[in-house]
């Protein structure tokens, strides 16, 4: 599924739902996405994803919970609040990347 | 009309409410052998399952204070070096082969022992003591990582495990 609608913009996305182009993803988008999977957007929250869009064009993939923390400098207890269960590939589908690739 | 269709939203499994436990026995204290359980059980914390790391016997040197941090990798009749058997038990050979394999642990950025557990235990881990080894090695509280819960008996191991998927490591 290459091409799929958000909130009536057309998206890149892949089967699962993740975004797959990088420039596609707005502010606005993320907040859509995290309604999605039931996270209410705060600016801790776009903390977070700012750091993980900021981080994946040097880093060239996206940043594992363990980057989010030591070089975001977000605490892993804060990351686990903010996107429960799941962080690290929630962090991701709201920030309009692909899924960490890293173990660990 | 456009023809596109709405954009699936991923499953993250919240809707089934995950009862998905995950007790990890950590029986060995070698450098090699520590990393499996840790890496399991953090990835498995990132995934929302319980976890609980069981540390017993030599698996002691993982949360004991005096040794976490020196975790040794021995070459000794370990066919994976591919390095001739007779020279590993060489002077040295020891330090030398640990002190590679933490370069190439730290060069993936993975992290040391300690704070792996710092880690895992941050994430909603839980680190558990055997009775049985503390009391053979005259280990208390004090000679463990503070973050270890209690050393536990292994009825009690029983007990906490119900229901949990084993990993005897």
Redesign the interface.
């Known amino acids: 599924m290459p091409l799929a609608t958000i909130d009536s913009r057309e998206i890149h996305v892949d089967d699962e739902g993740f975004l797959t182009v990088y420039e596609e993803w707005t502010p606005g988008l993320a907040k859509i996405l995290a309604a999605n999977i039931g996270i209410e957007l705060t600016d801790e929250h776009l903390a977070v994803i700012t750091f993980l869009r900021d981080d994946y064009p040097e880093q060239g993939q996206t940043a594992t919970l363990r980057r989010v923390t030591n070089a975001g400098g977000f605490p892993t207890k804060q990351l686990f609040q903010l996107f429960p269960k799941k962080p690290a590939k929630k962090m991701a589908y709201v920030a309009g990347l692909p899924k960490p690739v890293g173990c660990v | 009309m ?1 023809a ?11 809707e089934a409410p ?1 009862d998905r436990k995950l007790a990890i026995i950590c029986s060995k204290g070698s450098l090699d052998m520590a990393y499996p359980g840790l ?1 399991l059980a ?2 498995a914390l ?3 399952v319980e976890v609980h790391l069981f540390f017993t016997f030599w698996g002691f040197d993982i949360i004991n204070i005096k040794t976490m941090a020196h975790l040794q990798f021995s070459p000794v009749g370990n066919p994976a070096t591919h390095m001739p058997t007779a020279l590993m038990g060489l002077p040295g050979m020891q330090a030398f082969a640990t002190h590679m394999m933490r370069k190439q642990i730290e060069g993936i ?3 040391d022992v300690p704070e792996f557990l710092e ?1 895992i235990t ?3 881990g839980h680190l558990w003591a055997c009775r049985m080894s503390a009391d053979m090695m005259h280990v208390t509280e004090e000679d463990l990582y503070d973050r270890v819960e209690g050393i536990i008996n292994a009825a009690d191991f029983i007990e906490l495990s119900d229901g949990a998927q084993i990993i005897f490591i």
């Open positions: 456009s596109v269709m709405e954009a699936p939203i991923p499953s993250f499994g919240d995950t890496v953090n990835a990132s995934e929302g950025d993975v992290p880690l941050d994430a909603g």
